[in-house]
């Protein structure tokens, strides 16, 4: 008597095999498994990608996808004068205080050291700020900084309310004072040393007017080779054409 045997053929992606089928997408047991998506074998489940050399070229592998890689992920990865903002290198060393280290202090997007100065508001009660530094203010006198127009020495209105509101506090001082006379940089060394000189003069010849005598008071020009802002811009130039007190 003649037996019949059945033999079950298994269908696994469309082709007949006697053996177990693979598992089914996304599931996976090699890269093999997955290659028909373009994608690798991660932990039993088929990905993009499982490191950055499954990626081309300017793409790197996050969270099992291929995307494009960040201009820069700390301050390191950007040149001179710029800083890592939104993975992106943007211009200037900062944008707060607290980008700055040690305590410094962010003036026109530049770092400046803890104790460093543009003006006296960057200076603590009973300081002022002189020759860029935060100093201690002379027997309480309140010494402002003269600002001056662009390639002017005359004194203008503001900067002689601030002196005469100082001369009184100046003449009962009796400090000696070298008046330090400052230019921006556009200019030539020679013309910015003379017109920084001409500033200095002014308001020693000013003060003098209002009764600070005149032989507690030195006068001397940087040209720009001192600027208070290193930058070089309107801001930044505003800031260096100035006159300085510089107790001895």
């Known amino acids: ?8 053929v298994g269908v696994c992606g469309g082709a007949f095999a006697l053996t177990g089928c693979g598992p089914t997408y996304p599931k996976c047991n090699n890269d093999d498994n997955c290659k028909d998506h373009n994608e690798v074998c991660v932990q039993g489940t088929c990905r993009e990608c499982g490191s950055d050399q499954n990626c081309k070229t300017g793409f790197t592998c996050q969270d099992n996808k291929c995307v494009p890689k960040p201009e820069c992920t700390t301050n390191a990865d950007c040149g001179p004068g710029k800083r890592c ?3 992106k290198c943007v211009v200037g060393e900062c944008a707060t205080d607290s980008d700055c280290p040690g305590g410094g202090k962010c003036r026109n997007n ?19 700020c002189s020759g860029g530094t935060c100093v201690a203010s002379a ?8 600002h001056f127009e662009f390639d002017k020495y005359s004194l203008t ?5 601030q002196l ?13 004072y070298t008046l330090e006379g400052h230019a921006d940089e556009r200019g030539t060394d020679e013309y910015n040393l003379h017109l920084s ?15 600070v005598p005149s032989n507690e008071m030195d006068t001397v020009g940087y040209g720009f080779h001192r600027p208070a802002d290193p930058g070089h811009n309107e801001q930044a130039w ?5 006159v300085e007190f510089k107790r001895k």
Do not use: F, W
């Open 197 to 211: 000189e001409r500033r200095a003069a002014s308001v020693q010849k000013y003060l003098g007017s209002l009764g």
């Open 139 to 146: 027997q309480g006198c309140h010494v402002d900084v003269i």
């Open 238 to 242: 505003a800031a260096n054409r100035r």
């Open 1 to 8: 008597m003649m037996r019949r045997i059945l033999v079950l």
């Open 164 to 176: 005469t509101s100082m001369a009184d506090c100046l003449k009962g001082s009796r400090a000696h």
């Open 85 to 87: 903002q939104d993975q």
């Open 157 to 161: 209105a503001q900067a002689k309310h």
């Open 110 to 128: 530049t770092c400046l050291a803890q104790n460093a100065c543009v003006t006296n508001a960057d200076c603590a009660s009973g300081e002022e």
